[in-house]
């Protein structure tokens, strides 16, 4: 029983941990607070997948009145999501999955401009600086085709880690 | 559609996770620059230590390095044309310059450095020759006004970054009286170019002198040089009149002016300010008598012994991490103090009476680690000289130099202040712990400052900054750095700022790129991390015996495994670099199955080539560590540049640097050592190969 808590203490103080890694990095001043503009890097790069809107909510909660986060309040907060495993990573070949949808004629590759299309779709859509670094990455530059399948196998590797 | 949203998710997760390893490298680079610098004065005490006690070398007349660094007489006195007897042969198919020179000269010299050509060592130092007398009429403080041309250009530190220079050439134009500028120090040391920068640069001030304005940096310092590369780089580029060149720049960069005002309303130095700062003082002194910030001026016998205290409480250094989180109230910013933080325990230990195995131990230990193993306790602090001629053999105490003038120690002081300070977000002064100079200034001191000589504005270098620029105090600041690359490829972009009559301030970025095919974010951001991981892994290596002995006290039956949490620990405190290391560990280190760390996998990355017996970990982590020094040291004592030395010039050299290291190895090891490097058994050392094999490599990065 003991045990069991000291585990349960020693995984959250490891969580902890990993959110003040994550929250340093983005803390120039260090002075434990960020600009609010940085927390949705802060969130997704510690593994959590929250749309605009979630992200927004996530704010909401922790916002201070002049802008900024400070690690006091973001700490119980973003605990509470890495505990619940709540957003989700998208697996490997979800991901895949999910092009080949777009790539309706299944030609194996999609368009630059078929992307972008898709890409500045949805509630969210990409902005026009979003769109000119997934392109500058996904772009393959002799044949300026998107080979997604070679795209997504570089990236959840550089992903991983 | 919702596959379209789920590839937008994960996109965004991809950036972030980019971004955030963009920030760690950056702080990598950062933490570890300014470690370095600190670390630079070892050097600095080791060739002041080697002065005190040994002159000859090689048996042969005052060296390289008393020549390089004692210059109390100046060789040039009285021989103002020996550049002229300098044959130029006819196969030579560099510029050829003559003076007063012509936007041709300057022109040919752009395009000639363009195309990788080294500049004949007679134009050379006749061009350093002509600067030098024209810098002996400059004031201290130069001023420049607006009324003359549209706009000044000011650039920031280059630093040998000879395609940024041109870069800035080639989008803002060449000096003229219609483009002038302003180079606000910092041209050399780090870039592999520096002497063409410089040279440029001296041209341009030759040809404009009332357009063309240099600041001095703390890099226009010849001890500085010694270590950052410009030295060894003139030493490569000159083979046989690389010394009358450097000495030659040495007088030059200390007669470059201290500031530059304009309109007197915009004040450009290259550090920044202290609270002491007295422009009028500083403009009065004469400043070519600092010639390097590293040297302490000569401080009075009868002065109470006030460095004795900063040893003790040297344990932590300051500004690191670890006092921080003692004062929450502090909020100091993330810094390291410069290099002359540590001068005093510098000074004391290298000016100690001759004993080889006098040591800079203590210095560099945090109080929870026991302190590396010294040969003799601390000695007594001893002052320290800079112009007392030194007499070989002699006992030291007979050099004591008489007692310094207060007036010399104020003058040193300001000048250093200027060349070295960073402004801090915080009100307030905070000067450098231990004598010396340097230190973080707040806005409050910038406001009083500009209020007080009417000026609204400051314009200084010296700290490398992403986007090329930064501005803080309220907007009362600009940091301006143009050294694009700086780190590695692709971190950071460089920048110049132009005022016209308005005052107004406008900034142009760019970056330099060395690949004709632009690197997308991810290829650089991945190139930039793994040259940062590289560095970190080697300051891992070279630290090994004080991690293990951190580790210890976690790992009592010696399983070789801590937890994550107490492997961060150690590492902050031993390295004493402010990083995210949770967040680094994967790079670092394995992972048991269990989710421990097996920490001596921090240390699995030498690199393949010779691991002769005689290298015990002890000393590889030593020659590690040291390795840039005794490249130096070595490339001073190789007089013909063959790239080898004798057995004897290494054993000689090894021993006086481990002795004033305390590093205990004996005469035995050494010799073996040096034996088993000689492997063509001629008696003679290629000491470029022998210090490669101390590179370390990448070994977790299996995926590049």
Redesign the interface.
């Known amino acids: 029983m003991a045990d069991d808590r000291e585990r349960a203490e020693i995984l959250v103080t490891g969580v902890h941990k990993r959110i003040n890694d994550a929250f340093q990095v983005f803390d120039h001043d260090l002075n434990k607070t960020v600009d609010v503009r940085e927390i949705g890097a802060i969130v997704r790069s510690l593994g959590c997948f929250p749309t605009e809107a979630e992200l927004l909510d996530i704010i909401d909660e922790v916002e201070e009145p002049n802008g900024f986060i400070c690690f006091e309040r973001f700490l119980p907060t973003m605990s509470k999501i890495l505990m619940e495993n709540k957003f989700r990573p998208i697996p490997e070949d979800t991901l895949l999955t999910a092009f080949e949808v777009l790539d309706q004629q299944k030609k194996g590759h999609l368009e630059p401009n078929e992307l972008t299309e898709y890409m500045r779709q949805g509630d969210e859509p990409f902005t026009q600086l979003e769109m000119e670094e997934m392109l500058s990455s996904a772009v393959e530059p002799d044949s300026n085709l998107i080979y997604y399948k070679d795209f997504v196998n570089m990236m959840v590797l550089d992903g991983e880690r | ?21 963009r ?2 490298t950056w ?1 990598i680079f950062q933490s570890i620059e300014y470690a370095g610098e600190q670390d630079q004065l070892q050097l600095s005490s080791f060739f002041s230590f080697m002065l005190d006690n040994f002159t000859h070398l090689n048996g042969s007349g005052p060296d390289l390095i008393s020549q390089l660094l004692d210059p109390v007489v100046d060789p040039w006195l009285g021989r103002e044309t020996r550049y002229e007897l300098i044959p130029v042969a006819e196969s030579y198919s560099g510029p050829r310059i003559s003076f007063p020179l012509s936007v041709s000269h300057t022109n040919s010299l752009v395009n000639a450095f363009k195309e990788h050509q080294t500049l004949h060592a007679r134009y050379a130092l006749q061009l350093l020759w002509e600067t030098k007398k024209l810098l002996k009429q400059m004031p201290n403080i130069v001023h420049m006004s607006t009324s003359y041309a549209k706009e000044i250009t000011i650039c920031g530190d280059l630093h040998g970054h000879l395609d940024d220079l041109l870069l800035i050439f080639y989008k803002n134009g060449l000096p003229s009286a219609e483009t002038p500028y302003v180079f606000n120090g910092d041209f050399v040391d780090r870039g592999k170019q520096s002497t063409e920068v410089v040279l440029i640069l001296f041209a341009y001030l030759l040809l404009y002198p009332t357009h063309m304005h240099l600041n001095r940096g703390n890099h226009e310092d010849h001890i500085m040089n010694l270590r950052y590369g410009f030295t060894k780089e003139v030493m490569q580029k000159y083979k046989t009149h690389g010394r009358e060149i450097l000495q030659l720049f040495q007088d030059v960069f200390s007669l470059l002016p201290i500031a530059t005002v304009i309109d007197s309303k915009v004040l450009i130095v290259h550090g920044g300010i202290s609270d002491q700062t007295d422009l009028d003082f500083l403009n009065s002194i004469e400043r070519q008598k600092v010639k390097s910030a590293l040297r302490l001026p000569r401080r009075s016998l009868e002065e109470p012994d006030v460095s004795r205290p900063y040893k003790q409480t040297h344990g932590p250094r300051p500004g690191s991490s670890h006092s ?1 989180r003692q004062r929450p109230l502090a ?4 810094k390291r103090h410069r290099g002359l933080s540590r001068q005093d325990s510098g000074s004391s230990s290298s000016s100690s009476p001759s004993s080889s195995s006098s040591s800079l131990c203590s210095s560099r230990t945090p109080p929870c680690l026991p302190p590396r193993p010294c040969a003799s306790p601390p000695p007594p602090i001893v002052p320290f000289s800079v112009d007392g001629l030194q007499v070989p053999f002699l006992d030291s105490l007979a050099s004591l130099p008489p007692p310094s003038p207060p007036r010399v120690e104020r003058e040193w002081k300001q000048m250093v202040d200027v060349l070295w300070s960073d402004p801090k ?1 915080q009100d307030g002064c905070t000067p450098n712990t231990f004598r010396g100079g340097g230190c973080y200034y707040g806005p409050d001191v910038t406001q009083r400052l500009l209020r007080h000589h009417g000026y609204q504005l400051l314009i200084r270098s010296h700290e490398c900054k992403q986007e090329g620029y930064e501005i803080c105090h309220g907007g009362n600041v600009i940091t301006i750095f143009s050294a694009s690359n700086y780190y590695e490829e692709g971190s950071n972009r460089g920048a110049y700022v132009k005022l016209g009559q308005d005052l107004l301030p406008r900034f142009y970025q760019y970056q330099v790129s060395r690949t004709t ?2 690197l ?3 290829q650089r951001v ?1 190139a930039a991390e793994g040259s940062a991981l590289r560095a970190l892994q080697e300051k891992l290596f070279s630290h090994r015996s004080e991690l293990l002995t951190g580790f210890l006290p976690f790992d009592h039956n010696n399983t070789g495994f801590v937890s ?2 107490e492997w ?1 620990q150690v590492l902050e405190t031993v390295l004493r670099l402010d990083l ?4 680094l560990r ?2 670092l280190a394995r992972l048991a199955p269990d989710g421990s760390v097996e920490y001596l996998s921090c240390f699995d990355c030498m690199g393949p080539g010779l691991h002769p017996p005689q290298v015990t970990p002890n000393l590889a982590e030593t020659l590690v560590r040291y390795r840039t020094d005794l490249e130096l040291i070595f490339n001073i004592i190789d007089k013909d540049h063959s790239g080898l030395i004798s057995l004897d010039e290494f054993r000689h050299t090894w021993r006086l640097f481990s002795g004033h290291l305390g590093v205990a190895l004996d005469d035995g090891a050494i010799d073996a050592l040096a034996r088993s490097i000689d492997f063509n058994k001629d008696g003679s050392i290629d000491f470029t190969e022998f210090l490669e094999a101390f590179r370390v490599v990448h070994k977790l990065d299996k ?1 590049h």
């Not at chain 2, 996109?11 to 955030?20: G, I």
């Not at chain 2, 995210?580 to 967040?583: A, E, F, L, V």
């Open positions: 559609m919702k596959a379209a949203i789920l590839i937008q998710g994960w996109f965004r997760r991809y950036m972030a996770r980019l971004e955030m390893r920030r760690y702080s921080r909020q100091t910013k993330r977000p095919r632009k997308t974010l991810t991945r994550v949490g961060a995210p290391w949770r967040t994967p790079h995926d």
